[in-house]
């Protein structure tokens, strides 16, 4: 199971670190996932990072603003953000990637945390 934190109320131009911390050292043999929903609209890519730290991948929205990073010895997960907009405000889940396929595709995903809520104010 995996458990995100780090989320909270900031204003714009404003930075977070979002964590996904695992319970299990197959943790990092695996692709993890950020992923965020907004009231009303469907779950969506942010970012994914292999298990060797080196293939990271970004939806265009947050690209040059964020940076995911991992740490297999503290099974955890980062996604550094900065210059967070309004239209960043969602819950930011993270999962493992279990499927062959799309890094972005929800679908490949599971063991999905619980969340965080991160509130952007204008």
């Known amino acids: 199971q995996l458990q995100a934190s780090g989320g909270g109320l900031v204003q714009t131009g404003a930075s977070l670190r979002l964590s996904c911390t695992a319970s299990?050292?197959?943790?990092?043999?695996?692709?993890v996932g950020w992923f965020r929903q907004a009231p009303g609209k469907e779950r969506e890519f942010v970012a994914a990072?292999?298990?060797?730290?080196?293939?990271?991948y970004y939806a265009d929205s947050v690209k040059g603003r964020s940076t995911i990073s991992r740490d297999n010895a503290k099974i955890t997960v980062y996604l550094q953000m900065n210059s967070l907009k309004p239209e960043d405000t969602a819950v930011y889940y993270c999962?493992?990637?279990?499927?062959?396929?799309?890094?972005?595709?929800?679908?490949?995903?599971?063991?999905w945390g619980q969340g965080t809520l991160v509130t952007v104010s204008s």
């Open positions: 999962a493992t990637k279990t499927y062959t396929g799309s890094y972005s595709s929800v679908q490949v995903y599971s063991y």
């Open positions: 299990e050292r197959t943790f990092g043999s695996y692709t």
């Open positions: 990072i292999r298990g060797d730290g080196i293939g990271k």
